[in-house]
């Protein structure tokens, strides 16, 4: 009988601790799903804080972040100490970086606070840093205190959790690009524009200019591209979802050449806590097959069920038509690829436009139509253009893109219209924080770009015809 009682008061116990433990539980939930409604922001601390401007409740506002018909304002803050660090830690950054073989290695330079001011509204505690590589160190050297800079609107939620998931009309992250080795100002813009318009995937742009107040007050900058951030909203926006792999190569792997295959230089920008690389291991094998020569077939039919060459032959028609020099064919960087769930396909998303539209600059020439100059060390040119299937391809999206896109008549408009939205702003640049030295600067730019469309629309006739 003494054992039953026993029995009887442990299993009451346990009964008991089990009704308990469910108890918590159930008002943990509770609480952490009111927590999750219940996010909304002091505004007697955070005054200008709204759900449609501030929060990531909503879906990013394109029509004004990206407004098409004006050059937006943004006035930026940053406290003195900040900026203080801010620089010393830039020179060390580009003291630390290296040249090797055309392409230069630099850390990422560090995040620092800042306020962001736009349309008379403020963005708390926004993370703020220098960008670009190359575009980076040589503006630094000469001087010139115009650099890109990169914005998170969530960087610091750590640090003030009642800012958590702020976001800027829906976007987490921007970029500021400042039109470096481009007295037209308009590059980037156009570029990205051209193989949107086109059909690719690219960031969306527009014209702003930036204020800069680090505690002498505030200081024109003068005219930036924005541009959208392909791993915070390009994929989500421009395909069916976002959950892909997305890799931003740089380093000898982004050339896909035999015996580059590194993961270390194929940067994982989504899913990266899965150490999952299969997908680019696959086009890097396949690109690399011997089945190449002897079964070209199969070896098609085996690359088109891991890659898009389609889209690729498309944006290498465009990009060689508008004569950008700085990226792949010449440059191991400069683009992404994302596993699209959509097909299961690594599609190429083009980056980076500052340096085209010149037939010639910078550290190489751009690529001829033919491709004469490419060697297999770019085996996504050299191996594709060699199937002539392929090639016919290419040549057909050669006369398409100048004749439904990039067309002299309707370019030289856009130039005008550009034109006329910039010139203001572009002569009102300063001394220091320009890469214009005159407003001829400008103008002549601008008019060698109309020079160039019309040129490049004549070469490619002569070259299909």
């Known amino acids: 009988m003494k ?28 609480s952490e799903s009111e927590s999750d409604e219940d996010q909304d922001v002091d505004t007697e601390v955070y005054a200008d804080w709204t759900e449609e401007t501030h929060s990531n409740r909503v879906d990013p506002n394109y029509a004004v972040v990206f407004n098409q018909n004006e050059v937006l304002r943004f006035d930026i803050k940053i406290s003195s100490d900040d900026w203080s660090d801010m620089q010393s830690n830039l020179s060390t950054v580009v003291k ?12 990422d330079p560090m995040w620092v606070e800042c306020s962001f001011m736009f349309d008379s509204l403020e963005w708390y505690s926004v993370g703020i840093r220098y960008k670009g590589n190359s575009s980076l160190i040589s503006a630094y050297q000469s ?11 969530d960087q610091y939620e750590d640090d ?27 590059r980037e813009k156009v570029g990205a524009d051209m193989f949107r318009q086109f059909g690719l995937a690219a960031s969306q742009t527009a014209f702003c200019v930036v204020y800069v107040d ?42 896909f050449a035999s015996g580059t295959y590194d993961t270390g230089e194929l940067e994982k920008k989504t899913n990266e806590e899965e150490a999952d690389y299969s997908d680019v291991k696959s086009l890097y094998t396949v690109i690399n097959s011997a089945d190449r020569t002897s079964d070209a077939e199969a070896w098609k039919d085996e690359l088109e069920a891991v890659f898009n060459v389609n889209a690729f032959l498309k ?13 792949y064919g010449n440059m191991t960087h400069n683009y992404y690829l994302y596993n699209n769930p959509e097909d299961s396909l690594l599609t190429w998303i083009p980056w980076d436009n500052n340096e085209a539209f010149q037939s010639s600059g910078g550290q190489s020439s751009p690529l001829y139509f033919s ?48 034109y ?14 320009s890469f214009l030295e005159s407003d001829n600067d400008f103008d002549n730019a601008v008019s060698t770009l109309k020079t160039h469309v019309q040129s490049r629309n004549t070469a490619v006739y002569n070259y299909i015809y």
Request: negative net charge; contains cysteine; charged residues 25%.
């Open 3 to 30: 054992y039953f009682y026993l029995i009887f008061v442990f299993a009451w116990l346990f009964s008991t601790a089990c009704r308990d433990v469910n108890v918590i539980e159930d008002d943990e939930i509770v």
């Open 96 to 107: 630390n970086s290296s040249f090797n073989n055309g392409e230069i290695t630099i850390d």
């Open 143 to 153: 001087g010139i205190d115009k650099l890109s800079f990169k914005l998170d609107f």
């Open 160 to 186: 003030y959790p009642d800012l958590a998931d702020q976001r800027f009309y829906g976007f987490k992250q921007l970029n500021l690009s400042n039109n470096y080795d481009d007295e037209s100002l308009m």
């Open 214 to 255: 680090h505690g002498s007050g505030s200081q024109y900058y003068g005219v930036y591209a924005l541009v959208e951030e392909v791993d915070d909203t390009v994929i989500e926006s421009q395909f069916s979802s976002g959950e892909g792999n997305l890799y931003k190569p740089d380093g000898d792997a982004a050339s």
């Open 315 to 327: 944006w290498l028609a465009a990009n060689t038509v508008i004569q950008n020099w700085d990226t």
């Open 371 to 418: 491709m004469s100059s490419v060697s297999s060390s770019w085996p996504l040119i050299k191996y594709i253009i060699d199937q002539d299937e392929y090639e016919e391809i290419y040549e057909g999206y050669l006369l398409q893109f100048v004749e439904e896109v990039f067309n002299a008549d309707d370019m030289i408009e856009i130039y005008s219209d550009y």
């Open 420 to 433: 006329d939205l910039l010139k203001d702003y572009a002569y009102a640049e300063e001394s220091g924080y």
